[in-house]
């Protein structure tokens, strides 16, 4: 069973037209109301009759991504094979789901997440500081996940395979407005394979939750922590190889010839001497050093990624609970 699951939050003009456009290859839907001020879930269960549709309400706001995983929660008790995340703006065409699930069905992938950024002609209409902070956000979530063929992180329309869903801990991911870029995370630790899908948004006038100065810092503190965290568990922990050993001498000798050639520069200019060449040399030598273990780690880390799905090894789900302990403790 195809399970669509809708966080609302301040969509009470667009939740049922986005509903209304859910074709009957969908057997469940959940409509999480997130402590919406305007009673979303109220809307839905007033306008539409669609023996499908289960509303959830949230006493207090948790944000999209704890709605969604309550929703999906939901939809793995009533047996859903496929949970797909659609948002309530509108933006999402409902008309897209077959093909974001279709990877998943082919056992292509575990979890497909959409890519506004694939045709050009996409790009035109979309608000620039949503295109030049999704290509930021983008190469950071790279660095975090190891998803390194991934764009636009922060789409929220996704599908995930129950069985790969049924592994992580729903209480470790980020609830709020980072929980796309986290899922993605959290997806590298158990091995799931994860593919984009080239699609297409509509930007009408809905107003957006998003705030770029109030999550631009999260953004990059939850980056740059699941970034180190999944680097030591990935190659000091769980394995120890020659990329572990560029990583542990690219950075120092990076740090060494920059920090090196800064002061010997200072010292010299302010005493009104030249640098000697030496100086110069060793400085240089080490950082480009540095620089070529880095990108050669770099190369490693990309070539590691997921080739096949997970969830067509594992069996029936209830076997698989409790494996990879040792991945889901770098989660805490």
């Known amino acids: 069973m195809i399970a669509i699951v809708i966080p609302t939050y301040r969509a009470r003009s ?43 309400r949230h006493e207090i706001n948790q944000g999209v991504g704890g709605a969604f995983l309550t929703g999906m929660s939901e939809a793995l008790k009533r047996g859903a094979e496929i949970v797909v995340k659609v948002d309530a703006d509108g933006q999402m065409d409902p008309a897209l789901v077959p093909l974001i699930i279709r990877p998943i069905r082919n056992r ?37 996940s190891g998803y390194w063929n991934i764009m636009d992180p922060t789409n929220g329309f996704l599908a995930i395979h129950a069985s790969v869903a049924k592994l992580l801990r729903p209480n470790k991911v980020a609830k709020r407005f980072f929980f796309e870029s986290d899922m993605l995370y959290h997806l590298s630790l158990i091995g ?26 999260p953004f990059l503190a939850g980056n740059l922590s699941n ?20 990583l542990l001498l690219g950075i120092p000798l990076i740090i060494f010839g ?21 100086t110069i040399m060793l400085s240089a030598l080490s950082f480009l050093t540095g620089l070529q273990l880095l990108l050669a780690f770099i190369n490693y880390d990309i070539n590691t990624m997921e080739r096949s799905a997970l969830h067509p090894l594992l069996g029936p789900v209830s076997h698989v609970q409790g494996r990879d302990h040792e991945r889901q403790e770098i989660q805490g």
């Open 14 to 56: 667009s939740i049922v037209s986005v509903i209304n456009r859910i074709d009957s290859s969908v057997g469940l839907i959940v409509v999480v109301d997130d402590c919406c001020p305007e009673g979303s879930g109220e809307v839905v269960k007033k306008n539409c009759d669609d023996e499908r549709i289960v509303v959830i």
């Open 108 to 144: 292509e992938a575990d979890y497909v997440k959409g890519n506004r950024f694939y045709f050009i002609s996409n790009i035109g209409p979309m608000p620039r500081a949503r295109i030049f902070g999704n290509l930021f956000l983008s190469f950071l979530t790279k660095l975090a």
């Open 192 to 217: 799931a394979k994860v593919m984009d899908l080239p699609m297409t948004s509509t930007y009408g006038d809905e107003v957006s939750n998003l705030r770029i100065g109030s999550v631009i810092f």
């Open 227 to 246: 970034t180190l965290k999944r680097i030591v568990y990935k190659y000091f922990i769980r394995d120890f190889s020659v990329a572990s050993l560029e």
């Open 258 to 278: 920059f920090s090196f050639g800064l002061v010997s520069w200072i010292s010299h200019g302010v005493a009104g001497t030249l640098t000697p060449l030496g």
